[in-house]
């Protein structure tokens, strides 16, 4: 079993609420954040596989097709390829965030089966968010935690980085 990396999306591997776009409901509005191809890029070279777990509530409340969902991770994917950045999977939850889903974080369920289709050891693993949800999650899963922001803002995390790409020693280290 591999340790594996975790990553929450939007304020993580993309802007959210920045000058540009408030939240993504098409490829258009889709920017990676500084540093977030060369970050997953490094991760790759050391073998680390990386996974995206995202609430997609928009989907349930009909702000978002499906279709226009998998676009959008689409253009993820293909802005880390520029980079010489991939992605192992990529998990979501659809569900409205009042629907009592099993897959929604702060639940850790997206995590768990990611784990066993990857043959992943969840304590080696890291859990990386930007929200308090994408924390609890990632320690409900039984992961490190780390929190991408203030550490003013830290909710109780292992480790607290500006952004992914000064993280990335620490994972690599752990
Ligand atoms: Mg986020
Ligand atoms: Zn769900």
Same mark, same amino acid.
């Given at each position: 079993?591999? +340790?594996? $990396?975790? %990553? !929450? ?5 993309? &802007?959210?609420?920045?000058? *540009? ?43 978002? +097709?499906? $279709?226009? %969902? !998998? ?5 993820? &994917?293909?802005?880390?390829? *520029? ?92």
């Amino acid at each position: 079993m591999k +340790k594996g $990396i975790f %990553l !929450d999306r939007d304020g993580v591997i993309n &802007e959210v609420l920045s000058h *540009r776009v408030k939240f993504v409901n098409k490829p258009q509005e889709f920017h990676l954040l500084n540093g977030v191809g060369e970050a997953i890029r490094l991760l790759n070279e050391k073998e680390l596989p990386v996974f995206v777990v995202t609430n997609q509530g928009g989907v349930g409340l009909g702000y978002m +097709k499906e $279709i226009a %969902l !998998d676009a959008i991770h689409k253009k993820m &994917e293909q802005d880390l390829a *520029r980079f010489g950045a991939k992605l192992d999977d990529i998990a979501y939850c659809p569900h409205k965030p009042k629907a009592g889903c099993r897959c929604r974080k702060p639940e850790a369920q997206m995590l768990i089966d990611l784990a066993e289709k990857h043959d992943i050891s969840l304590p080696d693993s890291i859990m990386v968010g930007d929200r308090e949800p994408d924390i609890a999650a990632g320690k409900k899963a039984g992961c490190k935690t780390v929190f991408i922001g203030n550490p003013e803002d830290n909710p109780g995390v292992d480790v607290v980085f500006p952004d992914l790409l000064l993280a990335v020693p620490w994972m690599l280290f752990q």
